[in-house]
């Protein structure tokens, strides 16, 4: 089936850096999606992504979807404590509804 | 708006009996919900595509007279972990999609099983 690798699995940065994250697959999907789920609750999308080359800004959060539609990568600018959390990609192909999520990627800010 | 609630947040039972957890759009209807399992530190894994008024569509190497589904209405989905067993216990989160037009699934805060 369809697999969405994503990396890295863990990041321990300092509060303030840039983090950059990203999710590759053999499959090519149409869209692009990165959520962040704190601990006990469901996902939250952050940034969603249609088209192949796209750059796509949330306040402090990038995301392109990659040319290839085979990846795709999230970048956090000036990290605060908040952003810890684990940030999911999904992908989805055209004409379905269902997504396909990756790894995810565990944030964790020492202050 | 956009939200979708689940009921209960966690659930604790004996091995053997059967839990219901339910799924609810509340401010938007919802033709097709999804219900997803996440044991720790892993991803969301997609068990089921429930559809208003149809049966549901189960994914690979799910049991689907284990896990039972019901879309009775628009903006409700349930889901029946029968016969739980303690590698049941999982967090199953649900998504909803808006019936009214868009792609993007509205996640629900989870539901968290243990089976002991």
């Known amino acids: 089936g369809q697999q969405l690798n994503q990396s890295p699995q863990s990041m321990f940065i300092q509060e303030g850096e840039d983090v950059s994250m990203n999710c590759t697959s053999s499959?090519?999907?149409?869209?692009w999606l990165w959520y962040k789920q704190d601990p006990g609750e469901g996902p939250v999308l952050l940034i969603a992504?249609?088209?192949?080359?796209e750059l796509t800004s949330n306040g402090r959060l990038t995301a392109q979807f990659g040319i290839t539609r085979k990846d795709s990568f999230l970048n956090i600018s000036a990290s605060i404590p908040s952003d810890v959390g684990i940030y999911f990609c999904?992908?989805?192909?055209?004409?379905?509804?269902?997504?396909?999520f990756g790894q995810g990627t565990r944030l964790t800010i020492n202050p | 708006g956009a939200v979708v609630s689940q009921h209960p947040s966690w659930v604790i039972c004996k091995s053997g009996t059967s839990v219901k957890i339910e799924c609810r759009s509340l401010?938007?209807?919802?033709?097709?919900m999804f219900w997803y399992r996440q044991f720790p530190k892993q991803s969301l894994m997609l068990m089921a595509t429930?559809?208003?008024?149809?049966?549901?569509?189960?994914e690979q190497g799910v049991e689907k007279d284990k896990f039972l589904i019901n879309h009775a209405s628009l903006t409700l989905s349930t889901l029946t972990v029968t016969s739980a067993h303690p590698e049941d216990s999982s967090f199953y989160i649900c998504?909803?999609?808006?019936?009214?037009?868009?792609?993007?699934?509205?996640f629900g805060p989870g539901t968290r099983l243990t089976v002991l």
């Open positions: 999904a992908g989805q192909v055209q004409g379905a509804q269902k997504l396909v």
């Open positions: 998504s909803a999609l808006n019936s009214a037009g868009g792609n993007e699934q509205f």
């Open positions: 499959s090519i999907f149409n869209t």
């Open positions: 401010d938007f209807q919802a033709t097709t």
């Open positions: 992504l249609y088209k192949a080359g």
């Open positions: 429930s559809n208003e008024g149809s049966k549901a569509t189960y």
